[in-house]
């Protein structure tokens, strides 16, 4: 059996982090995995990627993923695999496409990553969606909300199972990476705050923002990621007076070394498939505070401490709680780092290798 795991590309991202973390373990179990991408820019993901010798080939790049001409440069790949497991739109239409132009008797597998995009809600987009959906034997849904959206949209419950994300716990734990120099003075003595996402709308950092204006003087943020958000970020917290105490990391590719250096470790979110980084903060000890959004809830909930979307007020009372409760604390951090062992990378991996076996047979 030869696979292909298709990705837009491999820019920052939880599910381009699924693919570099997972792919070289499905290769050592013995499976025969190529990874594909539309656009084949040079990024720290893919040079992690290629270090690790798994084979990957591009179809352009720093091209427009959008352009439906690449349905075309996708048709000669086809014959080569037995299955394709896709990521993330447009490489969810462009492969269906390619599949009904070729005639090939490759079986596709799509992997649903969020539970809100853009096209549910447009009349046309729902039926292109059904149409689009239909070409994969199997499409998998990383939370139980992510399903219920899935399912709603396409009308394919029949073919759609909830296969949970996974997180290298064992790996993240023993993790012995540092924080870049000249960070450790930068924060001694603080309440350390860490937010990991890619400043995009649905991340919601200016909640974060405002609600650290509400806290003590020796709290600070530090966020991880970059974006199309980052500058708005960066001149809301200098509006609200704590520029100096906001901190941005910018792209990491080690992210353990910040979660260990912080107290909390926060999520905003609007909207989330499932919420990687609260399960790298759970096993790595830390309570996790959240909004309370599908996907996300389902991890964090009677571990870690839920708020409502933007409310920032809910959520600096709930760092204060924690932060000035010792056995608060002590109790939630123990709570989280129990609850992060269902999510172990193992359970994704044999659910995967599960699908692969079905389609084929």
Partial sequence: MKLLRVINSLAVGGAERSIVNNVPIHIANGLDMDVLLLDGRQTFFLDELQKRNVKVRWLGRNINV??????????PIFRKYDVIHVHLFPALYWVAFA?????SRAKLVYTEHNTHNRRRGNPIYRWLDRLVYSQYSTIIAISDATKLALDEQTGTPGKSVVIHNGVQIAELRQSSAALPEGWESRIRG??????????????????????????PADHVVIFVGDGERRLACEKLALELGVGNRVFFAGLQGEVAAFIKAADLVIMSSHWEGFGRTAVEGMALGKPVIASN?????????????????????????????????????????EKCRVRAEQYD??????????????VCN
């Fill in 66 to 75: 959008y352009n439906p001409m690449l349905v075309f440069k996708l048709l």
């Fill in 99 to 103: 599949k009904l132009l070729s005639w």
């Fill in 190 to 215: 603080k309440k350390v705050l860490v937010q990991i996402a890619g400043f995009r709308p649905e991340k919601d950092q200016d909640t974060t923002i405002r609600a650290l204006a509400r806290l």
């Fill in 293 to 333: 959004v599908s996907g996300l809830n389902e991890i964090v909930r009677g571990a870690g401490c839920l708020f409502e979307v933007g409310d920032f007020k809910a959520l600096s009372e709930a760092v204060l709680s924690l932060l000035e409760t010792p056995s608060l604390y002590a109790e939630a951090a």
């Fill in 345 to 358: 990378v193992k359970y994704m991996i044999e659910g995967y290798e599960r699908v692969y076996a079905s």
